[in-house]
């Protein structure tokens, strides 16, 4: 096994390994084979997203290798993120909690906002909603309303860290203006188009 290193100490006294299995665009059926390799690997660091519907495979893998003895709990962090759908106050632990079923866990190292952009929620499977228009609908909500449930989240144990994702500089001080909890970290996906 490889020990991967370096890994940076978050504001709440966390390691997070800089090196992770990054599981977007993942495979169904497959990705439950990549993380158990990984882990097998050395890798210590899983991200995913509600998003990216891989979270139970994910969780298959996770529970799988503790009970193996291959890795403990502790030793393995893992990232998710709250999907754009669950934006309004009343939905943002659900998704916590939804997210936590599905990777089998007590407890989410880091959850990041996954996207500024908010939308209507109509059901757990519809991720990007359209009207009788074929156009996308949108869900404006305060991203401090938003934060201040992911802090509750922290508070309840279910989360460690949270943070954010795909974030401008105005909305991240708009968070951190609004905040008791420090976001830990931003993470940013960077998509390269072709024209």
């Given amino acids: 096994m490889v ?3 370096p890994s940076v100490t978050l504001p709440n006294g966390e390691k ?3 090196l992770g299995l990054g599981t977007w665009q993942s495979k169904p059926n497959e990705v439950k084979d990549a993380v158990e390799y990984a882990l097998d690997l050395g890798y210590r660091h899983i991200d995913t997203a509600f ?3 891989n979270e139970e495979e994910i969780g298959e893998a996770l529970k799988k290798k503790i009970d193996e003895g291959v890795v403990k709990r502790e030793d393995v962090f893992v990232t998710t993120k709250l ?7 009343a939905k943002v632990l659900e998704a916590v909690n939804l997210s936590l079923k599905k990777l089998q866990l007590k407890y989410i190292d880091l959850y990041l ?3 500024p ?3 209507k929620f109509v059901d757990e499977k519809t991720l990007f909603p359209k009207d009788k228009d074929d156009k996308t609908m949108y869900d404006q909500v305060d991203h401090a309303l938003i934060w201040k449930e992911l802090e509750k989240a922290v508070d309840q ?3 460690k860290a949270i943070g954010l994702s795909n974030f401008n500089h105005k909305q991240i001080q708009h968070v951190l203006d609004n905040s008791r909890i420090k976001p830990a970290n931003l993470q940013v ?3 390269l188009l072709r024209l």
Avoid at 83 to 89: A, D, E, F, K, L
């Fill in 189 to 191: 996906c960077r998509l």
């Fill in 16 to 18: 997070m390994p800089l």
């Fill in 157 to 159: 144990g279910l989360v």
């Fill in 113 to 115: 906002i996954h996207n």
């Fill in 117 to 119: 952009a908010g939308f």
């Fill in 3 to 5: 020990k991967f290193e």
């Fill in 51 to 53: 998003v990216y519907g």
């Fill in 83 to 89: 999907w754009s759908t669950y934006h309004q106050p």
